[in-house]
Each structure stands twice: as C-alpha cells, then as structure tokens.
C-alpha cells in the first residue's frame, strides 16, 4: 500500500520575496510605490508626513495579526459591520388562498370508511400497552424476580477512611 505525506501546517504562507510573504510585500511595495510617486508632485515636507503614514499604514497591515488573523482581515471584517444593516426582520410570506370547495361532513367520512382500514384493535393494543400494570399474555414476558439474597449480593456496604459507610456495587471480574 502506498503512503503519502499529509502536509502539517496548512495555514502557514510560504515565503516568496526574501523574509516576507507575497501578502506583507505587496502591503509593503504599494505605499512604497505610492510615496514614490508622490515625492515628485508633494513639497518635501508634505511628502516626508504622507510616506511615513502611508509606510507605517503599509507596515502594520503587513506584519501585525489580532487575534490570530492579519490586521487586514480585521479591518475588513469592521467595515462589512459599519457598512451593512443590522436589523433583520422575519416576515411572514404571503400566501393567496384560492377558494377550495370543501365537500360535506356525511361525504368525507364515507370516503374515509372505503380508505382506511379498521385500526380498533391496535389502538387497544396501544391503549393495554401504555395503561396496564399486568403483562398482556403471549406479547410481553413477566420479568424475573430476583430474591432478597441474589440482590444483596451484589451490593456491598463499604467504609472510607474517614468512617462514612457507603454502598457500592460489587462486580465480580471473572
């Protein structure tokens, strides 16, 4: 029989641009980017401001996990809260109700008495069953009945430490 390696661990990424996962470079190299483009166009002091929220931004998502999940999944999950409703009402669905003609008493139960068969004698049956303290001949067995001695010898009365008696069942392992 052939045997396989199950893999392990799963969840784990592998690492694909030096120390970093595609995800971390990505959140790494798009601000990266960004500030890049922005140096040309910004003055020195506005860029220097904007790159270091956009890197520290890009850092934080990229390397920091709250509860075991990136903080990108966390902030989406926050925004799919704030943004979508929160009040869920039940309705119930209309139904049109077309008008049925609804045979007579006398007709339903002569329909009734050609279908269904006579379960008078099952209900009986039922009725002994669940009713009755005696045991219906040739359908139930009378359980056995022990004897004081056959009961007592199967309990025994123990004393703990402390000087409590206790009565526990004897089982006899042979």
Known sequence: MAQFTVPQFIDFESKIVGPLTLKQFAFIALPALICFFLFFVLNIVVWILVAIVLLSVGATFAFIKIGGRPLYMVALYGLKFFWEPKLFLWRRPLVLHEAIAIPSVEHTRQNLKDIVPDFSK????????????????????????????????????????????EVARRIDYR
Do not use: A, W
Request: proline share 9%; hydrophobic share 25%; charged share 35%.
């Open 122 to 165: 099952v209900g009986k049956l039922f009725q002994d069953l669940t009713t009755t303290k005696n045991p219906i001949p040739k359908r139930e067995k009378t359980p056995p009945r022990k004897s004081i001695k056959e009961i007592q010898e199967q309990y025994q009365v123990l004393r703990r430490i402390t000087g409590e008696r």
